[in-house]
């Protein structure tokens, strides 16, 4: 499974991002994907997670502003950013449950100025 994360970028205190994950390669039977994310000097923590059944799951401190979703014809989860806050500045990295194994993307660096 290769995964492909993008949407990252520089936006002030407020807005909105929406990060993509695209899947390719053996994508069947991926249980779920998801997104943790790192910022500098911290330790990584889980964003959401969503299953292959559409069921999600967030962290406490994304509740009612993140959203995650999948398209399933395109092999594509997506995580809506809103209201942003500096503190959400981060390298996001998105993942893939399959089979016992656990497959990374590349992360894409999140800035939220004040």
């Known amino acids: 499974v290769q995964l492909q994360a993008s949407g990252g970028g520089l936006v002030q205190a407020g807005g909105s991002l929406r990060l993509s994950c695209a899947a390719s390669?053996?994508?069947?039977?991926?249980?779920?994907i998801g997104w943790y994310r790192q910022a500098p000097g911290k330790q990584r923590e889980s964003v959401a997670i969503?299953?292959?059944?559409?069921?999600?799951n967030y962290a406490d401190s994304m509740k009612g502003r993140f959203t995650i979703s999948r398209e399933n014809a395109k092999n594509t989860v997506y995580l809506q950013m809103n209201s942003l806050k500096p503190e959400d500045t981060a390298v996001y990295y998105c993942?893939?449950?399959?089979?016992?194994?656990?497959?990374w993307g590349q992360g894409t660096l999140v800035t939220v100025s004040s």
């Open positions: 969503i299953s292959s059944d559409g069921s999600t």
């Open positions: 993942y893939a449950q399959r089979l016992n194994r656990v497959y």
């Open positions: 390669g053996s994508t069947f039977s991926i249980n779920a």
